[in-house]
């Protein structure tokens, strides 16, 4: 038939496909609509969308779920298309069976520009080599059914294993697709084999990796608390170093101050008498271990001797209190400290305070008790 201007001859209906496309999914829908038209609703479902997704759909997805893709180029003016449309692509079989097991894509090279448009992506998906199979079908040779099948996992593993031009037979069609199809399916199992052992081995790295990072998570955090254990064993060695600094300066503070009271009150003790001296008597003070501690003093000598004394040996008066067994009378008073220990003994013999023979004990903080005898004139440690 010679080519025909559509906007010429208003008995032919409207081209499939409008001019110099931009959008291929307008462009196919109104294909759809045209075939619709002209040879009713029952036809194979037309994938609407470029060539590069339809081959995305068919061979992108689980391997289980892979088909091949069929490609139907239409031309309007050859001779064979209303035939083949009617009798062989819009056959219930050949309907049923595309549905079920392929991606239909359609396109129409009624127009130059549309061809070239369709060259473009076949070249761009499948190669040159792919491209000039499809260049060497004119008006005369079409329409043509492309299958596409996949041997690998990826979509440089595509290839036409069908070309199935016009004048055909409905029976030489479904004999191909089947034959095409059945064989895919080998290729289906072997993809979802090897599916199946890649997801595998990646769910058993991922579980793996996934220990690993776990391991250095917890390698990471008995680090932390190593490192948090040793910053709070320096800080607490810090402060414990910080704590005996401060009492051993208080220590050495309050030893150097009793060494200064102590020094004090040998400076203020008078020469011990001597033993010949008849006014001389024996204070003897017994400590708790049993060590007894001997000194003379003069008759004259003032109750405050005996406290300076007694601070000279380590006992000073700020732990201690004298007081009289009984009755219990504290002396250790600025009164009696200035009475000497003769005549505070007699005093209070007198007023019935001490009895002759009569005990003064010195009470001491510390729990020591010491005692001056009259008769003996000794301290003891009770």
Same mark, same amino acid.
């Given at each position: 038939?010679?080519?025909?201007?559509?906007?010429?001859?208003?008995?032919r209906?409207?081209?499939?496909m409008?001019?110099?496309?931009?959008?291929?999914?307008e462009?196919?829908?109104?294909?759809?609509s045209?075939?619709?038209?002209?040879?009713?609703p029952?036809h194979p479902?037309?994938?609407?969308?470029?060539?590069?997704?339809?081959?995305?759909e068919?061979?992108t997805?689980?391997?289980?779920n892979?088909r091949?893709?069929?490609?139907?180029?239409?031309h309007?003016?050859?001779?064979f298309?209303?035939?083949?449309c009617s009798?062989?692509?819009?056959?219930d079989?050949?309907?049923s069976?595309?549905?079920?097991?392929?991606v239909?894509?359609?396109?129409?090279?009624?127009?130059?520009?549309?061809k070239a448009?369709l060259?473009?992506?076949?070249?761009?998906?499948f190669?040159?080599?792919?491209a000039?199979?499809?260049? !060497?079908?004119?008006e005369?040779?079409?329409?043509?059914?492309?299958?596409v099948?996949q041997?690998?996992?990826?979509?440089?593993?595509l290839? !036409?294993?069908?070309?199935?031009?016009?004048?055909?037979?409905?029976?030489?069609?479904m004999?191909?697709l089947?034959?095409?199809v059945?064989n895919?399916?080998?290729?289906?199992?072997?993809?979802?084999?090897e599916?199946t052992?890649?997801?595998?081995?990646?769910?058993?790295?991922?579980?793996?990796?996934?220990?690993y990072?776990?391991?250095?998570?917890?390698?990471?955090?008995?680090?932390?608390?190593?490192?948090?254990a040793?910053?709070?064993a320096q !800080?607490?060695?810090?402060?414990?170093?910080?704590?005996?600094?401060?009492?051993?300066?208080?220590?050495?503070?309050a030893a150097d101050?009793r060494?200064?009271?102590?020094?004090?009150m040998?400076?203020?003790l008078p020469?011990?008498?001597?033993?010949?001296?008849?006014?001389?008597?024996v204070?003897?003070?017994?400590?708790?271990?049993?060590?007894?501690?001997?000194?003379?003093?003069?008759?004259?000598e003032?109750?405050?001797?005996l406290?300076?004394?007694?601070?000279?040996r380590?006992?000073?008066?700020?732990?201690?209190?004298l007081v009289?067994s009984?009755?219990?009378?504290?002396v250790?008073?600025l009164y009696?400290?200035?009475?000497?220990?003769?005549?505070?003994?007699?005093?209070?013999?007198?007023?019935h305070?001490?009895?002759?023979?009569?005990?003064?004990f010195?009470s001491?903080?510390?729990?020591?008790?010491?005692?001056?005898?009259l008769w003996?004139?000794?301290f003891?440690?009770?």
């Open positions: 038939l010679p080519d025909v201007d559509y906007a010429s001859d208003s008995h209906p409207k081209p499939p409008p001019e110099n496309v931009d959008d291929p999914t462009a196919l829908m109104s294909f759809m045209e075939f619709e038209n002209r040879f009713g029952e479902d037309f994938f609407l969308g470029p060539l590069q997704d339809a081959l995305k068919a061979f997805g689980p391997a289980k892979r091949p893709l069929v490609i139907y180029v239409h309007d003016h050859s001779v298309s209303n035939i083949f009798t062989v692509l819009c056959d079989t050949v309907v069976f595309i549905r079920e097991n392929c239909f894509w359609a396109w129409d090279v009624t127009f130059d520009t549309n448009r060259l473009t992506q076949v070249s761009q998906m190669g040159s080599v792919a000039d199979s499809f260049r !060497i079908y004119d005369k040779r079409l329409p043509v059914l492309y299958v099948s041997t690998g996992n990826s979509l440089s593993s290839e !036409i294993s069908a070309a199935l031009n016009a004048p055909i037979g409905l029976d030489e069609v004999g191909n089947f034959s095409v059945e895919f399916q080998e290729t289906k199992q072997r993809l979802t084999q599916e052992e890649r997801d595998t081995r990646e769910r058993v790295k991922a579980e793996q990796d996934a220990a990072q776990e391991s250095l998570r917890l390698d990471r955090e008995k680090e932390e608390d190593r490192v948090r040793e910053q709070e !800080i607490q060695e810090a402060i414990e170093a910080s704590k005996r600094e401060a009492e051993e300066v208080e220590a050495k503070e101050k060494e200064k009271e102590e020094k004090a040998a400076n203020h020469d011990e008498p001597d033993a010949s001296d008849p006014n001389a008597y204070v003897g003070m017994r400590l708790p271990g049993g060590e007894r501690m001997m000194r003379r003093f003069h008759s004259s003032t109750l405050q001797t406290v300076f004394w007694m601070g000279s380590g006992f000073l008066p700020a732990e201690y209190t009289t009984y009755p219990r009378r504290d250790s008073g009696f400290l200035r009475a000497c220990l003769f005549s505070l003994v007699l005093s209070l013999s007198q007023y305070l001490l009895s002759l023979p009569s005990t003064l010195l001491l903080s510390l729990s020591l008790s010491l005692s001056l005898s003996h004139i000794a003891f440690c009770q």
